[in-house]
């Protein structure tokens, strides 16, 4: 996290200097600090087994593709039939178990245009649907099967 | 060439970017119900904003803005779902018939 900080503060700054450096290591070791302490975030989530990370940059290129074509997809309903769409509004449960992995579920969710995570309860999400075809299957998308494979992986270490 | 070529492309990006702007702002006309416009709202946030940022970083070439572009990718793709979720769940805990507005069902 501190190395992660560190490297924000030299993008945002602009350049590698002395002044740059030293205040950026000054900042980036309160900021975590504050993190660690106060606001009780776990460091280990970003150095993993490299397996790990490597499933993570495969989900998020998954997620952009994803968003792309759904983007498209409600584009055409916007051009072609605005009017005829059914909405929808899908409870679903999960077998996801950690509060991180249904976040970044429902953060997925809601990313891809066409459906919205509206709440999350009891380990079910209730997810709002713009038109009825692109609520189908949404209780075992290729995102939940990911993240299922991550968390397995997740809970034998 | 490749200067070009990448010119061409990032502008390509850019002008497909700002016509999904104008389908989003389209959509949020189209649409008659708050939940069915936050879809419309959320194509601009996704491919809108992927496809502008695209050109952009295509137009400037690998540089200290490019990778600040990139940052602005990871922190509006981090808030803009939060903030969707709380105008959702806000609308369906306080209309009490949403039964009528759409469909609700359970799997």
Redesign the interface.
Known sequence: MFLLFFLLWLLLSGGVSLHACLWGLAVSALLTWFCRRVLGYDWRIFCGHPARIWALIRYFAHLVAEMLKAGLMVMKIIYVHPKKITPKLVWFRTPLQTDRHKAMLSDSITLTAGTITVRSQDGRLLVHALDAPLAEGIEDTAFQQQLEKMEGTQWRR | MIEHLATGAGLAFFLFGLF?FF??V??LF????V??R???A??G????I?CVLIGLMLLHGWS?SA??TL?IFVFL??T???A??LV??ME?ATVPD?HK???????
Do not use: Q, T
Not at chain 2, 30 to 33: A, I, K, P, T
Not at chain 2, 101 to 107: A, F, K, L
């Open positions: 999904v389908s989003a389209l959509g189209r649409f008659d119900y939940l069915n936050m879809h419309a959320a194509v946030d996704s491919l809108g992927f200290l990778a600040k940052l793709w981090l803009s779902p939060v969707s979720h959702a769940e369906v949403i507005e759409c469909e609700v069902e359970e799997r």
